[in-house]
């Protein structure tokens, strides 16, 4: 039986969708004209989606894989011993990172990153709800959750969802640290493909230039529909140096897209860390960006 569902907006002719197996039918009521309707197709149901990350093709072979990296970052504070946290950290045998919160004394930071976003409702769980954690006050307003994605131009699509965002993160010689998450405005979805990626390859090549100077380097997540605040992105700066990570955010702000197109970036969380999980065998001497 086909469903019909009225299209908000109360114009004086109101449209109608109607739906059933096959197809997508709209049809238009002439309110002063009884009787009077215009029926016509305005497309067949989608296909499935492909879910799968796509990369650049390789000697004219697409790049796919069906695998992404999730970070989880936990912000707590009342916390009057950071050593007994690395030590619980330590002995998890999580992937993490232990952050000491820059603007809060108490305050610790837990960065948290699996391919299984089953460790987050699991195994990190857990160790939350023991000692000493179970002690500390959760900053909620601090906590993110993103996922690794592709855009379709990575040449290396494995390393680029898998292993470049953990090396940055586990890197010894980047212990500073600023994540936030970030929306867009709505009217940024609007505009055409080619003005968006004008737009963000501008903001892309001022994160390129700071990584290929050594400078800084980002941590890019996607978080639609899994932030409790509707965020779209969370991202992750880290570096050597505090001042660089906050020149590259001061840099970042004269893009058209952060000028124009940003409806809201934060709560930001400044870190030093001060425990991280070694990072895998060969992988610190692979490039950081």
Request: glycine share 8%; proline share 6%; aromatic share 10%.
């Amino acid at each position: 039986m086909d469903a019909l569902t009225r299209r908000a907006g109360g114009a004086p002719n109101p449209t109608y969708l109607m739906y059933n197996a096959s197809h997508f039918r709209e049809v238009t009521v002439t309110e002063n004209k009884p009787g009077d309707t215009r029926t016509h197709e305005v497309g067949r149901r989608p296909s499935p989606p492909e879910l799968a990350e796509q990369g650049a093709a390789v000697d004219g072979v697409p790049q796919t894989l069906d695998k992404r990296l999730f970070f989880q970052l936990q912000v707590f504070t009342h916390c009057f011993d950071a050593d007994e946290v690395v030590r619980a950290a330590r002995a998890s045998g999580l992937e993490m990172v232990v952050y000491l919160n820059l603007n809060d004394a108490r305050g610790i930071g837990l960065l948290f990153m699996s391919e299984d976003p089953e460790t987050f409702a699991g195994a990190a769980r857990e160790m939350l709800l023991r000692p000493p954690f179970a002690a500390l006050t959760p900053l909620h307003d601090y906590t993110m959750l993103g996922r690794t994605y592709s855009i379709g131009r990575e040449t290396d699509l494995e390393d680029w969802l898998l292993r470049k965002s953990r090396r940055n993160a586990l890197n010894p010689a980047y212990p500073w640290a600023v994540w936030y998450p970030l929306r867009r405005t709505g009217a940024f979805n609007r505009l055409s493909r080619d003005e968006q990626g004008k737009m963000m390859l501008e903001h892309a090549m001022i994160g390129i230039s700071y990584g290929e100077a050594g400078h800084a380097f980002d941590i890019r997540l996607e978080c639609h529909g899994i932030d409790r605040d509707d965020n779209e992105f969370v991202l992750g700066l880290v570096s050597g140096n505090l001042h660089r990570l906050s020149r590259l955010v001061k840099d970042m702000r004269r893009t058209r897209q952060t000028s124009e197109f940003m409806e809201k970036m934060g709560p930001f969380f400044i870190g030093r860390a001060i425990w991280q999980s070694p990072m895998p065998a060969g992988e610190a001497r692979r490039p950081a960006y």
